[in-house]
């Protein structure tokens, strides 16, 4: 599956992004969606993951509250609703697709497909 991110952006503290992942090749349905987060001179980190079908998710302790991770089978597409963001968000951020996996991993090596990432910017 190929996977491609958008939506990233420049924006100011308590504001709001929404990240969109659109895939394509393979049957989007039977792969969990994860989203990570790299900040310069730091490691690829967890930020949230969700089931097959949406019915589980899970969050970093960091984003908890203020991200919302959706998606949309039919259209083939996974999403991140980012709201109250902070200067300490700001990392380029990446979609990731893990083949038929039961309970979602919050670990990057557990994912097989990655998108290109895109750029969040939060200024204080």
């Known amino acids: 599956v190929q996977l491609q991110a958008s939506g990233g952006g420049l924006v100011q503290a308590g504001g709001s992004l929404s990240l969109s992942c659109s895939a394509s090749?393979?049957?989007?349905?039977?792969?969990?969606v994860g989203w990570f987060r790299q900040a310069p001179g730091k490691e690829r980190e967890f930020v949230a993951t969700?089931?097959?079908?949406?019915?589980?998710?899970y969050y970093a302790d960091s984003v908890k509250g203020r991200f919302t991770i959706s998606r949309d089978n039919a259209k083939n597409a996974g999403y991140l609703q980012m709201n109250s963001l902070k200067p300490e968000d700001t990392a380029v951020y990446y979609c990731?697709?893990?083949?038929?996996?039961?309970?979602?991993?919050?670990?990057?090596?557990?994912?097989?497909?990655w998108g290109q990432g895109t750029q969040v910017t939060v200024s204080s």
């Open positions: 090749g393979r049957t989007f349905s039977v792969y969990t």
């Open positions: 969700i089931s097959w079908r949406g019915g589980t998710t």
């Open positions: 990731a697709a893990d083949y038929l996996r039961v309970v979602p991993s919050t670990s990057p090596a557990a994912y097989d497909y």
